[in-house]
T-cell receptor, first 114, second 111 residues
Framework: EAGVAQSPRYKIIEKRQSVAFWCNPISGHATLYWYQQILGQGPKLLIQFQNNGVVDDSQLPKDRFSAERLKGVDSTLKIQPAKLEDSAVYLC????????????FGSGTRLTVV | GENVEQHPSTLSVQEGDSAVIKCTYSDSASNYFPWYKQELGKRPQLIIDIRSNVGEKKDQRIAVTLNKTAKHFSLHITETQPEDSAVYFCAASSGNNRLAFGKGNQVVVIP
């Protein structure tokens, strides 16, 4: 099966600019996650979708971050405006069911804010 | 929410020796514990997982043990090889399929 696709792979922007990341999960996976991985740390959950509904966005900085999964398949994560501390790898993951199981991660988007 | 901690942060082992990484978790309701391996610049990849109804699981040179009473679980890698060098993350989930990750352990296998 095809993996989780993410684009772009790399992005460099200036602070206060906007940026968007795209994710296409594994076909049929109902649950989609966005994680932020700062260098030297473990992934931190930003938002979890079940189909096109948000299950958990408690750690999403909603003043600048937004995410959507309108048709329950692809998802976009947006940052507006970006700050220096947003520099990180943004990982998308998907899983097949609501019960506990391993995720499949995408390759991530490495964001550098200068 | 769940808080997962890993120790040690860096582990160096001679090729052929064993490596053990320990994690603790805070939420007694957690029932799923995966381990991920992340090589430099690559995505985290699931290498082994364990559920709360078993105490140990083994897959070739990799094993995971779980102590629910003490709320800790460990990754054991035997006969380490240079390709085992990577960052290893433990995680825990309480059934909502939401994984909380530790900060990671850098394992260095010295040839």
């Amino acid at each position: 099966e095809a993996g989780v696709a993410q684009s772009p792979r790399y992005k460099i922007i200036e602070k206060r600019q906007s940026v968007a990341f795209w994710c296409n999960p594994i076909s049929g996976h109902a649950t989609l996650y966005w994680y932020q991985q700062i260098l030297g740390q473990g992934p931190k959950l930003l938002i979890q979708f079940q189909n096109n509904g948000v299950v958990d966005d408690s750690q999403l900085p909603k003043d600048r971050f937004s995410a959507e999964r309108l048709k329950g398949v692809d998802s976009t994560l947006k940052i507006q405006p970006a700050k220096l501390e947003d520099s990180a790898v943004y990982l998308c993951a998907s899983s097949s069911n609501q019960g506990s199981s391993g995720y499949t991660f995408g390759s991530g988007t490495r964001l550098t804010v200068v | 929410g769940e808080n997962v901690e890993q120790h040690p942060s860096t582990l160096s082992v001679q090729e052929g020796d064993s490596a053990v990484i320990k994690c603790t978790y805070s939420d007694s309701a957690s029932n799923y514990f995966p381990w991920y391996k992340q090589e430099l610049g690559k995505r985290p990849q699931l290498i082994i997982d364990i559920r709360s109804n078993v105490g140990e699981k083994k897959d070739q040179r990799i094993a995971v043990t779980l102590n629910k009473t003490a709320k800790h679980f460990s990754l054991h890698i035997t006969e380490t090889q240079p390709e085992d060098s990577a960052v290893y993350f433990c995680a825990a989930s309480s059934g909502n399929n939401r994984l909380a990750f530790g900060k990671g352990n850098q394992v260095v296998v010295i040839p």
